[in-house]
């Protein structure tokens, strides 16, 4: 993706605001990390942990002959949905839960030496989003674009080559799901995949690569969840993220209108597949990228692993014509991420026509 790493240099962060905590070695949530009565914590002070509305999120079987209409209606009533019989091997899923457990359970000095360049947009850090906030979160990431090798061989010299198999096998697994899904869903739109040129893979031998990127997040247990955020409110930038919670361990919230904040329960098995903004844009608002967050656990360390599929970084995205008004000005996708950089809440209405 090294068209999309030049969104990330007109505007570099300071090294030290990349750093996470080093969370092994604290005791109490620390005045950086404590969103109780701090300006960060207005949308969230409410209802962080406790008398939380839990919910289940539709489930749809990918071998079900109704999957796309299901999926359209998922991604318009909530903006997320579960699937099943997705194909992804659970031994992929513990395969990376070992590496990413060996690679978080480092020392932070360890960890430092895998660290994201100020400019930069793979390697360990605290998330992209954490400069919109001034509370610091309950957060390590790695964040990984392909091959993570230039950055944790710096950690295993002899020993990264296992690592590496393993993001990239889970990175191409992901890839193919991600496209079989947004077939489904342009399909409910009226738009089968062969008409996006840059989604068909089959027709297009010299296509651009589409935008990826794979989140290893990390949750450390935490001494007070009612101050600490585990990943503060946000809504994804691309078309889909598909979410693994490792453990099934709670923690993903999503923002409803009218009653607010509800848990999320994972299932065994099911990934979260929720609709990012250059989706919404391509559905000309009729679905939603939904507004979700992660809370943190008292004793358990949660980790998830979220991917990330757009368009090629070079591609326009604008409405699918479906006969009515186009909301959206049409973009660059690199035009759109450069400017959510710059205004992280406001961007989507920024580009609203109508
Ligand atoms: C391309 C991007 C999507 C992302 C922000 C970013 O500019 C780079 C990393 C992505 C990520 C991964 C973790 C969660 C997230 C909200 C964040 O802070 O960085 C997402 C961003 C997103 O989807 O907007
Ligand atoms: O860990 C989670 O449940 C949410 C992760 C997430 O929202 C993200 O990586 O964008
Ligand atoms: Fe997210």
């Known amino acids: 993706m090294a068209n999309l790493s030049k969104a990330y240099e007109s505007a570099p962060q300071q090294t030290h605001r990349i750093i996470p905590l080093d969370f092994q070695s604290v005791k109490h949530v620390p005045e950086s990390h404590s969103w109780s009565n701090s300006d960060d914590s207005l949308p969230v002070r409410s209802q962080l942990v406790e008398n939380i509305e839990q919910i289940s999120l ?78 610091l979160m309950w957060h390590e990431g790695l964040t990984i674009v392909g091959s993570p090798m230039d950055h944790v061989r710096e950690i295993w010299p002899d020993q990264y080559h296992r690592f590496c198999e393993v993001m990239e096998a889970y990175q191409k697994a992901m890839k193919e799901l991600s496209e079989r899904l947004l077939d489904l869903i342009l399909k409910s739109l009226g738009m089968p995949e062969e008409h996006i040129e840059w989604l068909s893979s089959v027709a297009c031998k010299g296509r651009q690569a589409p935008s990826t990127l794979l989140q290893l997040n990390s949750y450390p247990p935490c001494p007070d969840p009612t101050q600490a955020t585990g990943l503060a409110p946000h809504t994804d930038s691309f078309l889909i993220t598909i979410l693994h919670q490792v453990g099934n361990i709670n923690g993903l919230q999503v923002h409803r209108e009218g009653t607010g904040w509800a848990l999320i329960v994972p299932l065994e098995g099911a990934l979260v597949v929720n609709v990012g903004d250059m989706l919404h844009i391509m559905s000309n608002g009729l679905f939603s990228s939904v507004l979700h967050r992660a809370v943190v656990d008292n004793t358990r360390h949660r980790l998830s692993f979220a991917y990330f599929y757009g368009p090629p970084a070079v591609s326009s995205i604008s409405p699918i014509p479906r006969g009515c008004q186009s909301q959206f000005r049409s973009m660059t996708v690199r035009e759109y991420l450069e400017m959510k950089g710059k205004d992280f809440e406001g961007a989507l209405s920024k580009i609203r026509v109508v």
């Not at 909530?78 to 997705?86: A, L, P, R, S, T």
């Not at 690679?103 to 000095?109: C, G, I, K, Q, T």
């Open 58 to 135: 539709p489930v749809i079987d990918l071998g079900d002959l109704d999957a796309s209409k299901m999926m359209g209606q998922a991604c318009e009533s909530w903006g997320m949905f579960q699937v099943i019989n997705h194909g992804i091997p659970s031994t992929l899923f513990r395969d990376v839960e070992s590496e990413a457990r060996a690679f978080f359970s480092l020392a932070a000095e360890e960890k430092m030496k895998a660290l994201r360049s100020p400019g930069g947009l793979t390697g360990y850090g605290v998330a992209q989003i954490a400069k919109y906030y001034n509370k």
